[in-house]
């Protein structure tokens, strides 16, 4: 993600210490100064999620999702029929989806 925003390294900070996103947004809160940028760079499923943690934070982080299961619509690997087809790939996009999910859902039901 560095080289692909050509970001300076000297001023990119990752947070390693975190537990949860809610961590993470907290502790890239507290770090913040003024004028620097939060950039989230995490699975595209996770990530609608993470935007909505980090603004509860009062930030407003750029969204660099990654990780994508899917190829683009035209590309060579875009063949439709093969989606249907079970496999341990979609096992996995399953289980990342349901987690997902549950967590969103769990973001709108707890407490604050």
Known sequence: MIALFDLDPKRVSLVTEAESTEDEARLAAESLREGEQVVIASSAGHVPRAMLTFAKEGLSPVAAPCDFHHPRPGSP???????WLPSSGGISSTHQFFCESLASLWQVL???
């Open 77 to 83: 690997r875009d063949e439709t029929w093969k989606q």
């Open 110 to 112: 707890k407490p604050n």
